[in-house]
């Protein structure tokens, strides 16, 4: 996939500059999962196109579902630039400005770790907030062969099985998303060997 070379994510959320979010484009997604280590990783590339001719400054939240007990090591970075965003933690997620120049595009990778449940979440529902359905969405979920999946909010389009791992991929035109992206695994296969000392990251 397309976000598999950063080693960050990112998913979107509802920009609280109503008037600069219609006029950015939230375009594209590109979304890498993956379950090991007793943490749910999220690896997102997320690619926003201002096609106006004036600098547009929008405030973000980046919905978390649960940001103060069960996410680590968040971090936003703009590609293009190798730069890091500065943000705060809000009671909902993660809250940043977004800036892009006239005629410009800015392509965000944000990660964060999340600690494994029998039920994990990721936020897609945010999308509507945008109030136009990404042209784009692209998804991926590694999971070892230990791993029983219980069900998929969304059903996989393929799956590669692989012989220590199986990958589960979800390709998306216009895509406007009505439910989260949650996967449900058996309790008695989750890895609780993660790392429990960390704490979110800046």
Not at 70 to 93: C, E, H, L, R
Not at 113 to 131: A, E, G, P, V
Request: aromatic share 12%; glycine share 4%.
């Amino acid at each position: 996939m397309k976000s598999a070379a950063c080693i960050l994510v990112f998913m979107i959320g509802l920009a609280t500059d109503l008037h600069a979010q219609n006029e950015l484009i939230f375009y594209a997604e590109h979304i890498d999962f993956s379950m090991d280590g007793g943490y749910f990783h999220i690896n997102g590339m997320y690619t926003f196109i201002n096609a106006t001719h004036h600098s547009i400054t929008s405030g973000i939240i980046y919905p978390l579902p649960d940001p103060d007990h069960n996410i680590v090591s968040a971090n936003v970075v703009d590609i293009k630039n190798n730069s890091a965003y500065k943000y705060d933690q809000a009671p909902n997620g993660l809250q940043f400005d977004l800036v892009v120049k006239a005629g410009d595009t800015v392509e965000l990778c944000i990660s964060y770790n999340q600690r494994i449940k029998s039920i994990n979440t990721y936020i897609l529902t945010s999308t509507k907030y945008w109030q136009k359905p990404l042209q784009i969405a692209e998804y991926s979920l590694t999971v070892n062969k230990e791993t029983r999946i219980k069900s998929f909010s969304y059903q996989p389009d393929t799956v590669d099985e692989k012989t220590d791992r199986d990958i589960y991929y979800w390709h998306k035109k216009r895509f406007m998303p009505r439910k989260d992206f949650i996967v449900e695994i058996i309790d008695n296969t989750i890895d609780k060997s993660g790392d429990k000392s960390k704490e979110i990251a800046r």
